[in-house]
């Protein structure tokens, strides 16, 4: 069964889950109170609201239990009906690891900095599936899931966001199996992680995110009203691959870096094999990544605010 159509079975299972029906209980609450609210004007004028539709945080608050819902129910479709289930979160990662290392490593020997290539790859592996996956399942979560957008009222911003949290999981066995092979090269190579890996981590994984959604948030909006997205989707990604230092060390591109710190898993990468092998990172690219990480996250959350009452209507 493909992951579209397990997408599409899960969105009308979650549509006629109690839990939606719970929920649409608190919006007849919500109309009420309105309702009793507007007898007690004298007047009232609609008009559409223009500018930043800020974030509601109460009403996500409100919804809490939806989004942990959403995450979970896309953990279980992800393996759903698959032999090898969860552990294709551990052979995914390590496949992708082999495969360069023939490749670009043995193949064409890019320099690896010092390192094994296998511990110098799976450094920018961490980041790139997270953001590569995340960005993937987002931009097309609403589509996959247009039952649920026509069926009651709930916070669209979850679809995406909880379909690109479902990586953080895979993140989190994937370091598993990275912490696994560095114990493996330290005690053949003497390679060690370096005191500052995890405040710099504790940095870079929420980028990622942030990354991710500044891309995927947009994408999801746009790929309701356009389905030409769902091919560009994929294309995308390809293109990004290699304008990002996941296979070669970046001082490679050392003429074209303040272009390609443009795309922001550019700087990213490089942080994160500063803080994982301790090798130099170029602040000004992490810097610009960065910037243009949060930028792209904050046009994509308006532009996902201001079309997301239309979705209902195109889905």
């Not at 996500?60 to 090898?84: A, C, G, I, N, P």
């Not at 003497?190 to 005191?195: E, H, L, R, V």
């Amino acid at each position: 069964m493909s992951t579209n159509t397990e997408a599409t079975t899960a969105a009308v299972e979650l549509a006629d889950s109690p839990l939606v029906s719970s929920i649409a209980n608190i919006n007849n609450e919500k109309h009420d109170y309105s309702r009793e609210s507007s007898r007690e004007a004298s007047e009232v004028v609609i008009r559409p609201r223009t500018g930043w539709i800020a974030i509601d945080w109460r009403e996500m608050w409100t919804y809490r239990e939806l989004f942990y819902y959403l995450v979970m129910r896309d953990v279980s479709v992800r393996y759903k009906q698959t032999v090898l289930g969860p552990a294709w979160a551990v052979i995914q990662p390590l496949l992708t690891m082999i495969i360069f290392t023939v490749i670009f490593g043995r193949g064409l020997e890019i320099p690896s900095e010092g390192f094994p290539y296998p511990i110098f790859v799976f450094a920018g592996l961490l980041p790139w599936t997270l953001f590569s996956q995340g960005l993937s399942a987002s931009a097309l979560s609403l589509v996959n899931q247009q039952q649920l957008l026509t069926k009651v009222y709930f916070p669209r911003l979850f679809v995406p966001v909880a379909s690109a949290c479902v990586f953080l999981i895979d993140m989190a066995v994937s370091a598993g199996i990275y912490a696994v092979l560095f114990l493996f090269f330290h005690a053949t190579q003497g390679t060690s992680p370096s005191w500052w890996t995890l405040p710099m981590l504790a940095y870079l994984v929420p980028m990622t995110m942030v990354a991710t959604l500044g891309m995927g948030l947009a994408l999801a909006a746009l790929t309701v009203f356009y389905r030409d997205f769902k091919h560009l989707v994929p294309f995308l990604v390809q293109i990004l691959m290699y304008v990002s230092p996941v296979f070669y060390p970046a001082r490679l591109v050392k003429d074209w870096w303040p272009i390609l710190a443009l795309n922001p898993m550019f700087g990213i990468i490089d942080g994160y094999r500063y803080a994982i092998l301790g090798l130099p990172c170029n602040p000004g690219a992490l810097a610009i990544s960065s910037a243009t990480a949060v930028g792209m996250f904050l046009f994509s959350l308006f532009y996902f605010r201001k079309t997301e009452r239309q979705f209902a209507d195109f889905a």
